[in-house]
């Protein structure tokens, strides 16, 4: 986790140079390496081999509250950065903000558990082959990769899009900032309506729900009340594939066919503050060299 704070950092100020649009694909799949090392998966590792049974549900909790805020706050602090000082210096000041609040966390803090869990490899084995012969495990496979496909297009052009549709920049970043307030509330109600509705059915509501709003934001969005209706209906499933994926496999296959060691409390997302580019103008090039043609938006994806 340490090596992928730093890596995200050294990113971030790559980004900051960026020219041309290979060079920020390629910034990209840096970025891509970097966020597989220190965000979903390695915080969660973290907390389930730290974290016994009993005190788990808090840690995981309050991993979902600080990581489904993070975009309340960075995406409309990035808009006023960006508008006060240029996307190419937010994108430094983020670099530092990150690499002094990251990597000492990880290198000074996170400490090898004090017990170390076992699995059985011939369990693991055979639950991964019964998944992997299972048409269902395809079904939920293509469903949860279109879902964060979805949720990736989302954050990338949200803030792009709200401008296009006459929002001002500062206006369009904070609205979807909104992407994390209902995304900690769709977190919470999937815990909470587990233990009432089997996780499936609240998942497909979700993911319904989402697809609505998705729908309708092209004719609603060009208002600020229809912005935010639809920006905060379609929050309500970020972060719900991080929670319910592990959760269905081990409902169905078995903890030792999940992608965590522990069939429950399912594991949310962690983000650290990101930023994407967008063009300054819906007429600008993608492939031009002016620095004036980019302006900055955060993420606080997740991806996944």
Request: net charge positive; glycine share 8%.
């Amino acid at each position: 986790m340490t090596c992928g704070s730093l890596g995200g950092a050294a990113m971030l100020v790559a980004w900051s140079q960026v020219h041309t649009t290979w060079q920020l694909y390629a910034v990209f799949v840096g970025l891509g390496a970097a966020m597989a090392m220190a965000l979903y998966e390695p915080a969660t590792a973290v907390i389930v081999s730290w974290f016994d049974a009993t005190r788990r549900p808090r840690a995981v909790l309050a991993m979902i509250v600080v990581a489904g805020f993070a975009s309340t706050i960075f995406m409309p602090l990035t808009g006023l950065l960006t508008d006060r000082y240029g996307w190419r210096t937010t994108l430094l000041l983020f670099a530092t903000l990150y690499a002094g609040i990251a990597v000492p966390l990880h290198a000074f803090v996170i400490r090898r558990p004090p017990h170390t869990p076992t699995a059985n490899p011939q369990a693991t084995s055979t639950g991964r082959r019964l998944a992997l012969r299972d048409a269902r495990f395809w079904f939920l496979a293509v469903a949860f990769v279109a879902h964060g496909a979805a949720m990736s297009a989302m954050t990338v052009h949200l803030v792009g899009f709200l401008t296009e549709q006459g929002h001002p920049a500062t206006f369009a970043a904070t609205i979807a900032g909104l992407l994390g307030v209902p995304s900690v509330t769709g977190r919470l109600a999937l815990t909470v309506a587990n233990h009432r509705v089997r996780l499936h059915r609240v998942v497909a509501a979700v993911f319904t729900l989402q697809a609505a709003a998705a729908l309708t934001m092209p004719l609603l969005a060009g208002s600020r009340t229809g912005a935010v209706l639809t920006v905060t209906a379609f929050g309500l499933g970020f972060g719900i594939a991080s929670l319910a994926t592990p959760q269905l496999l081990t409902d169905r296959y078995g903890s030792n066919a999940a992608p965590w060691p522990h069939p429950s409390p399912s594991p949310p997302p962690c983000h650290p503050p990101r930023v994407h580019a967008y063009p300054k103008s819906t007429n600008a090039s993608w492939t031009t060299t002016d620095s004036n043609q980019w302006r900055t938006a955060p993420l606080w994806s997740a991806s996944h």
